[in-house]
């Protein structure tokens, strides 16, 4: 017997963004239910460590939102949608002031005020901190108002399908992944805040079975549109060894208190990349030279170079970068005496679902979503400390939106015909080998990570889609052994998700930020457009993908007067 539920709204995802989404939906007065993979609290969300963004102009006075808007325009090499951005901006302030109410421990100046540090390319300090656990203690102060409105949470449970009705989503359907017994949700609307799809790289920042695509894969099988997934950003520095850690995010907090980078020979290599800013030049640029670096033989006996922290004291290293200590302390090194060996590390998923810039709707009625799982704000690179900023305001407004959507259209009963199909996707999910579906998935990473990492080209990227399209053959076989309904979900997103970026990044004929084809290696201004993916069926019902590009809008004329005038002209065009 199936177990059913029943809500005005379902958040599907419980990360910052689902958590600020649904204490939004709970004050406007709606039934909302939340739904997460994860053990609650113990979403992705606790592994952003170096701090939230917002112009407070607490250390640095001359700061503002629009010179923040700037900032993230740029470091997004112009791809990023200004509209989205600018709300963001705007918005960012009024966010760190509630986080501030709902008991937040934000660092201090001496003077009491908030404090705020550097984060790469950031012309100001403008990143909040609390230590280097700071998306630890987001996800604390978002659960405690969520406990404290007593707000239901499915923890644990596998989302498998939205339900809809026609194009209108009414609904979904999962299983908890204790002991696969299945349930109903039927809801007026849904939030998708399901996070990335970084997963599907060989080396990533995700822990296990997180940020697999699932809530984009969800979006394209009801007819939801993406945008920009070519663009996925490399963390610079990710750890290399031991092996079973590698792909762990060494926090950009160590280069912002100071971390120096140095090759196998004792060089301070970026001045070679960037002599101005240094380590504190721009996420895809340091992450570029130190691929440059190890790919040159320059690089340490473990493949990757040394970010040094130790000429710096040892109480400040401990008081402001406390989880890195005891992340390195762990396995033997300690970052108060001794160099990190890092490399880059897939890190963050700029594209996703296209959404309306301004509720955060997709194409399908009744369908949002919010955080990592949308695209728009980044364009192709995230600036350092904007993803925690973004989940939370986008959150609020995705959930606003979805109230209004909820009170304007009348309840649209559940299909018994779409629950059965749902029903019958995991019958067949049920009957596949879980061990082989996992070999599909480590087989999966490792042709992304060879096919569109750190660089790309033509070649690269066409042998992978061969590749991919033969490991999604394998994973339709039937297969033999125990069951694993997790794994052969994961997989099925994690090759949609995939082919999407691979597709998009043949599509880009050109470099820009994170997307670095060693065949194209110009920016081409003809191409500051966004690449938009829409899913159709074909004669057969299968899903396919069809590309196609946009225009991005023009910058506010407060934001063009911030623009940094050595990259940029006052258009916001790139002109180097």
Avoid at 31 to 60: E, F
Wanted: net charge negative; proline share 3%; aromatic share 6%.
């Amino acid at each position: 017997m199936r177990q059913r539920y029943t809500s005005d709204v379902l958040v599907i995802g419980t990360g910052g963004a689902g958590l600020r989404a649904a204490i939004e939906l709970h004050d406007q007065g709606l039934k909302v239910l939340l739904v997460g993979k994860r053990p609650k609290a113990d979403a992705h969300t606790v592994l952003a460590a170096g701090g939230i963004n917002a112009a407070l102009a607490t250390v640095d006075p001359e700061d503002t939102w629009a010179i923040h808007a700037a900032d993230t325009l740029q470091e997004g090499r112009m791809l990023g949608d200004p509209r989205m951005v600018e709300l963001l901006c705007q918005q960012a302030p009024q966010v760190i002031a509630e986080l501030e109410a709902w008991g937040m421990p934000f660092a201090r100046t001496s003077t009491g005020l908030i404090d705020q540090r550097y984060f790469g390319a950031h012309r100001y300090r403008r990143t909040s901190f609390v230590g280097d656990y700071t998306g630890l203690e987001i996800i604390n102060a978002l659960m405690r108002e969520v406990e404290h409105r007593q707000i239901p949470i499915l923890e644990r449970a596998y989302i498998s399908d939205l339900l809809h009705t026609g194009n209108r989503v009414n609904g979904a359907y999962g299983f908890w992944l204790a002991d696969q017994r299945q349930f109903v949700i039927e809801s007026n609307a849904v939030i998708l805040a399901t996070g990335g799809h970084i997963h599907i790289y060989q080396r990533s920042s995700s822990r296990r079975r997180e940020n697999t695509g699932d809530g984009m894969a969800l979006g394209l099988q009801v007819g939801a549109h993406l945008a920009d997934m070519e663009l996925v950003q490399f963390h610079p520095s990710g750890m290399i060894f031991p092996h079973e850690l590698a792909g762990t995010l060494v926090t950009e907090a160590v280069r912002g208190e100071g971390g120096r980078l140095y090759n196998r020979h004792g060089e301070r290599f970026m001045q070679r990349y960037d002599a101005e800013r240094m380590e504190l030049s721009t996420r895809d640029r340091v992450a570029l030279a130190n691929y440059t670096e190890i790919m040159a033989g320059r690089g340490s006996e473990h493949g990757g170079v040394w970010l040094d922290i130790s000429h710096m004291p040892a109480n400040l290293i401990r008081e402001r970068l406390p989880r890195m200590v005891e992340q390195f302390q762990a396995v033997g090194v300690d970052i108060t005496r001794e160099a990190m060996q890092i490399a880059p590390t897939a890190h963050y998923s700029m594209g996703g679902l296209k959404v309306d810039p301004f509720s955060h709707a997709t194409n399908v009625a009744g369908l949002y979503a919010a955080g990592e799982v949308t695209a728009g704000v980044h364009g192709a690179n995230r600036l350092g400390g904007n993803s925690l900023a973004e989940i939370l305001v986008f959150g609020r407004i995705a959930a606003q939106h979805a109230a209004e959507y909820v009170r304007q259209h009348s309840e649209q009963p559940v299909q018994a015909a779409q629950i059965e199909q749902a029903a019958e996707r995991l019958a067949w999910a049920s009957q596949q080998a879980g061990d082989f579906h996992r070999s599909l998935i480590d087989q999966l990473q490792q042709v992304v990570w060879h096919g569109a990492g750190v660089v790309r080209n033509e070649q690269t990227i066409e042998a992978s889609l061969d590749q991919l399209h033969t490991l999604r053959s394998q994973a339709q076989q039937r297969s033999l052994g125990a069951a694993d309904l997790a794994a052969s979900l994961d997989l099925q997103s994690m090759l949609l998700t995939a082919e999407a970026t691979m597709l998009a990044a043949l599509m880009r004929p050109e470099s820009r930020g994170a997307h670095q084809r060693s065949d194209f290696p110009a920016t081409d201004p003809l191409w500051q457009r966004t690449i938009v993916i829409k899913p159709y069926r074909d004669q057969t019902e299968q899903l396919r993908l069809q590309l196609d590009t946009e225009l991005i809008p023009t910058a506010s004329e407060a934001v063009q007067a911030a623009f940094s005038q050595q990259e940029y002209s006052v258009a916001g065009r790139l002109v180097e």
